[in-house]
């Protein structure tokens, strides 16, 4: 099976501190994603990538950044945190683009961050 | 209008209850579609695809209308363990290349005893 690891479960921060989260894929996936899920609004997609170095924005990108140097790490930045950013943020893979049919995403169990 | 819409219930049947659930997607140009679950405080977790043909796994059965842009899931003979988000998800392409994952806010089922 897949696996998809995000390194922080739980993480409490104060506002404008600098925030990483990690996440390890163990396939050899091309996708990498992320997201946050706040109630109510289900899962909205902050960046993603498809290939080592390459990043494209999704629908809520303000106020992140990613870095993708190696292809089974993505990582999720938060330069300066706010109140607003406390959310469960979920990494996710999926084996490559081009075939909508193989784009199934593998979750990993989530960073719930926390912005006091 | 949201992208994909779902009823957010929540749903509260008994157990062995019969229960279906909606989605509607708003792009006539979406390609593949799926139900995951999500249970709670963990990660969403690839339920089933959805097929034009519809497709069934033991008590689940999906189903696509495309005219209608309409996705359903139905649960037959509910268990407690049944209990969870559904999430209606939907791909579709992109003009710059690649997919775009689109998920539902979720319906939420509770299955008592």
């Known amino acids: 099976d897949v696996k998809v690891t995000q390194s922080s479960r739980y993480l409490v921060k104060r506002t404008g501190e600098k925030v990483f989260l990690e996440c390890v894929q163990d396939m050899d996936h091309e996708n990498m994603f992320w997201y946050r899920q706040d109630p109510g609004l289900g899962l909205r997609l902050i960046y993603f990538?498809?290939?080592?170095?390459?990043?494209e924005k999704g629908d809520i990108p303000e106020g992140y950044s990613v870095s993708r140097e190696k292809k089974e790490r993505f990582s999720l930045i938060l330069e300066s945190a706010s109140t607003n950013q406390t959310s469960m943020y979920l990494c996710a893979s999926s084996l490559r683009q081009g075939f909508s049919g193989a784009n199934v995403l593998t979750f990993g169990a989530g960073s719930r961050l926390t912005v006091l | 209008r949201k992208e994909v819409e779902q009823d957010p219930g929540p749903f509260n049947v008994p157990e062995g209850a019969t229960v279906a659930f909606n989605c509607t997607y708003s792009?006539?140009?979406?390609?593949?579609f799926f139900w995951y679950r999500q249970d709670c405080r963990k990660e969403p977790k690839l339920l089933m695809s959805v097929y034009s043909s519809g497709n069934e796994d033991g008590r689940f059965t999906a189903q696509l209308n495309r005219a209608s842009q309409y996705i359903s899931l139905l649960i037959r003979d509910s268990k407690l363990s049944d209990s969870a988000t559904y999430l209606c998800v939907v791909n579709m392409a992109r003009n710059t290349g690649g997919f775009k994952t689109i998920f539902g806010a979720g319906t939420r089922l509770f299955v008592k005893a």
């Open positions: 792009n006539s140009a979406s390609q593949s």
């Open positions: 990538s498809y290939d080592v170095k390459m990043k």
